[in-house]
């Protein structure tokens, strides 16, 4: 795999808000897990492509992580693995970064915060995509 490319045959979520495309695939961490004592951990990687006609910067991300019972934290921060990459129409950034849950399954969703070159704030939506764990127990009625 390409390092700044994503995983082909692994679930991609997508959405595109104002020419920003952002892909999501999501990837459980079993060895820095601990279902012991109700520690789980994934890594997920993104994709931001600026398929619109203006250069944007990436300026913070707000995130809304729900685990699976339905508690949810909200983190906000100023860009994203410290960098606010600025994105010139046709290209991409991709970076990698994880999140913990006390449950073996749950979900993400949120949204950055983008300035175009004429100063048009916009919020681009990075779409809901799962964390699954293979400790999750299905019932199937």
Same mark, same amino acid.
């Not at 679930?11 to 020419?19: A, D, N, S, V």
């Not at 129409?89 to 970064?97: E, H, I, L, R």
């Given at each position: 795999?390409?390092?700044?490319? #994503?995983?082909?045959?692994? !679930? $991609?979520?997508?959405? $595109?808000?104002? +020419?920003? /495309?952002?892909?999501?695939?999501? *990837?459980?961490?079993?060895?820095?897990? @601990?279902?012991?004592?109700?520690? *789980?951990?994934?890594? *997920?990687?993104?994709?931001?492509? =600026?398929?619109?006609?203006?250069? %944007?910067?990436?300026?913070?991300? /707000?995130?809304?992580? $729900?685990?699976?019972?339905?508690? $949810?934290?909200? %983190? @906000? +921060? %100023?860009?994203?693995?410290?960098?606010?990459?600025?994105?010139?129409?046709?290209?991409?950034? %991709? &970076?990698?970064?994880?999140?913990?849950? +006390?449950?073996?399954?749950?979900?993400?969703? +949120?949204? &950055?915060?983008?300035?175009?070159?004429?100063?048009? #704030?916009?919020?681009?939506?990075?779409?809901?995509?799962? !964390?699954?764990?293979? /400790?999750?127990?299905?019932?199937? =009625?």
């Amino acid at each position: 795999m390409v390092d700044d490319e #994503l995983i082909d045959g692994v !679930l $991609t979520f997508e959405e $595109t808000t104002e +020419g920003i /495309h952002i892909a999501v695939q999501s *990837y459980f961490l079993s060895e820095q897990s @601990k279902p012991e004592v109700q520690q *789980y951990v994934w890594a *997920y990687r993104i994709r931001i492509t =600026n398929g619109g006609d203006h250069t %944007v910067q990436l300026l913070n991300r /707000h995130w809304i992580i $729900t685990d699976g019972v339905g508690g $949810t934290q909200e %983190v @906000k +921060g %100023v860009g994203v693995v410290g960098e606010q990459p600025v994105l010139r129409p046709g290209d991409a950034f %991709v &970076y990698t970064s994880g999140t913990p849950l +006390g449950t073996p399954s749950g979900f993400m969703r +949120g949204s &950055y915060e983008m300035q175009r070159e004429d100063g048009k #704030l916009f919020h681009a939506v990075v779409p809901a995509f799962s !964390l699954d764990s293979p /400790h999750i127990s299905l019932n199937i =009625n």
